[in-house]
């Protein structure tokens, strides 16, 4: 069945510091989207891109969807403790009627 | 601003008995999902509904759960004799357009302890 691989499991970064997370799908998707899930909380839609190639920002994050539309990746610059949580990519199904979610990256920030 | 509604925040059941989880998404939404995370895992589909019927299931969605449209606003999932593996947290989530092609909102979860 579609697999949405994410990496990487786990970054530890000081305050300040970039972070990258890196998904990646087993077939091509319509559109993928970020969600943040905050310790404790629940999934809270960032972004979704649909275009092949195509970047976007939000402030220090950077979303980008690949060329082929299999891979995308989330950037933040400068990263702050408000940051800390698990970013999760998500591609639609196969019958377009659910979201498949990779397996997430958490960040912890070091202040 | 809108937001999906989930009761109870915390369900501590045992073994075997039947459990309701309950949501009311968001008005103007047609399109109704469960999903649930074990601890420190990851989202995983459970069940999508579109006029008053199942559209999906996964494989985890056996015969041991069901989900119901009672009414205009609540959305119901319903575990029949539960397991201790069935522990995890519940969302549920609703899109004003179908599945996977537009934005889900979830919402705060039911964590369900079954001892």
């Known amino acids: 069945g579609q697999q949405v691989m994410q990496i990487p499991q786990y970054q530890h970064v000081q305050e300040g510091e970039d972070f990258t997370t890196y998904c990646n799908s087993s077939t091509t998707l319509s559109n993928i989207q970020w969600y943040k899930q905050r310790p404790g909380g629940h999934p809270v839609f960032l972004i979704q891109l649909v275009k092949s190639g195509e970047v976007k920002k939000q402030k220090r994050l950077t979303f980008q969807f690949g060329e082929a539309k299999k891979n995308s990746s989330l950037h933040i610059t400068a990263t702050q403790t408000t940051d800390v949580g698990t970013y999760f990519c998500a591609g639609p199904g196969e019958y377009g009627n659910k979201l498949v979610f990779g397996a997430g990256t958490i960040l912890r920030v070091k202040s | 601003e809108p937001e999906v509604t989930q009761t109870p925040s915390h369900q501590v059941t045992q073994m075997g008995q039947e459990v309701i989880l309950r949501c009311v998404p968001i008005s103007n939404h047609l399109y109704f999902y469960w999903y649930r995370q074990i601890l420190g895992q990851k989202v995983e589909f459970l069940v999508s509904f579109y006029n008053n019927e199942i559209s999906e299931k996964s494989e985890i969605f056996d015969d041991q759960f069901s989900v119901e449209r009672p009414d205009g606003s609540n959305f119901t999932l319903k575990i029949r004799s539960t397991k201790l593996e069935d522990s995890a947290m519940y969302f549920c989530?609703?899109?004003?357009?179908?599945?996977?092609?537009?934005?889900?909102?979830f919402g705060q979860g039911t964590r369900l302890t079954v001892v």
């Open positions: 989530a609703s899109s004003p357009r179908g599945g996977g092609n537009t934005e889900a909102f």
